[in-house]
């Protein structure tokens, strides 16, 4: 049961916006930063919902690593692709602008690819998908980030987290959207534990000494200090779990994000320089967009792609079960439950709202200071 207190979306969504453009992030692209931000609190994913408001957007903004206004340039275009470049800018507002192209060029040509270098954190990946999806179309894309993931039979963080992403549409209220890392946790799931106080289960992170570590705020220091790296989908650090599947997949994400657009990868993706001072990122992402008209309809799909998700959820169930989900299911259910009750806010997250309030004299007062 929700214990947390809740702050309605209207409040949050303001008081956000309100505050990237404190920090020098254009209205238009503040709104666009918001609500991607949010859409991940809609679906359930608090590790990259609010929790990652202040430590990765507003700090890095402060530190210098993020520019608040986005100069994404264009530098290469036909009627089916484009690359371009971030400058460093907001990952989100990048994106958003790549897929609307993606989106229009997808409709008249029947599918479409891009990709963006010199960018930064995106926010889920499932948003840039699910904007395919509202249009009926198919979308898929994924992302490197800073350097997490191990090898099979290595202990070297050397690939970020790297999710492969599809979102699919069908005739049910919800895509089939499937969005997550390929190690068995993300980073940010790490995150958010340390800031919940929690522990990492045992088995997510392969360290250099073969050693058992679960505590979150220590798996943190020892990514950054290169003495432990997450394991890659199925485990590690050897193959008997197929741990080299996730491996593979983090590998293509990490080819298509940075081959395509011509960017950078693995360890150029730090954030600090030789000196341990603060850099770019510069990271890259892919997108493609499918439109099922140029095959054999919308409707056809989505009644297909609907046929298959129920037939799935319907199959018999493993004991002790009483139900079998499909992607992008427990996530609906999820905005179901909040849709009407807002943002659930841990302690750690509202003292970096009223402290980013205080600093800047904002005109907001929150439900958990009652």
């Known amino acids: 049961m929700e214990t947390r207190p809740y702050v309605s979306w209207e409040l949050m969504g ?22 991607v931000l949010l859409e991940s609190d809609r679906r359930g994913i608090e590790s990259h919902g609010c929790n990652r408001f202040k430590p990765i957007y507003i700090d890095r903004i402060v530190k210098g690593t993020l520019l608040p206004v986005t100069n994404a340039e264009i530098i290469k275009e036909s009627p089916t692709t484009v690359v371009m470049d971030a400058h460093d800018g907001m990952g ?20 479409a690819g891009g990709a963006i270098r010199n960018s930064t954190h995106y926010g889920i990946a499932g948003y840039w998908t699910g904007m395919a999806c509202k249009e009926g ?9 800073r350097p997490s993931i191990a090898p099979t039979f290595g202990v070297e963080n050397m690939m970020g987290t790297n999710p492969l992403t599809f979102s699919l549409p069908t005739d049910e209220e919800f895509p089939f959207c499937i969005d997550c890392a390929t190690s068995i946790v993300q980073r940010g799931k790490i995150e958010y534990y340390a800031r919940s106080g929690k522990e990492t289960p045992a088995g997510m992170v392969v360290t250099h000494d073969g050693s058992t570590v679960t505590d979150s705020e220590q798996i943190l220091q020892m990514l950054v200090d290169g003495t432990a790296a997450l394991a890659p989908l199925g485990g590690g650090p050897g193959d008997e779990m197929c741990g080299y599947k996730g491996y593979g997949y983090a590998a293509v994400v990490e080819i298509l994000s940075a081959a395509l657009s011509g960017g950078q990868f693995m360890k150029a993706l730090t954030g600090v320089d030789e000196d341990g001072k603060p850099r770019m990122y510069g990271l890259g992402h892919f997108f493609f967009v499918v439109d099922p008209d140029a095959f054999m309809g919308k409707e056809t799909f989505r009644k297909i792609a609907g046929e298959i998700c129920r037939a799935l959820r319907s199959s018999t ?26 943002v659930p806010v841990g302690e750690a997250v509202q003292k970096e709202l009223i402290g980013l309030r205080d600093k800047h004299n904002l005109p907001y007062k929150f439900p958990f200071e009652n």
């Open 317 to 342: 169930k493993a004991p002790g079960y009483d139900r079998i989900y499909t992607a992008g299911e427990k996530e609906y259910l999820v905005w179901l439950e909040r849709k009407n009750k807002g």
């Open 137 to 145: 179309m198919i979308g898929i894309t994924g992302t490197n980030a």
């Open 92 to 111: 989100m507002v990048a994106s958003h602008k790549m897929m609307t192209m993606l989106i229009e060029k997808a409709k008249k040509y029947g599918m």
């Open 14 to 35: 303001s008081f956000m916006t309100d505050v990237f453009k404190v920090y020098g992030v254009p209205e238009e692209d503040a709104k666009i930063c918001t609500d």
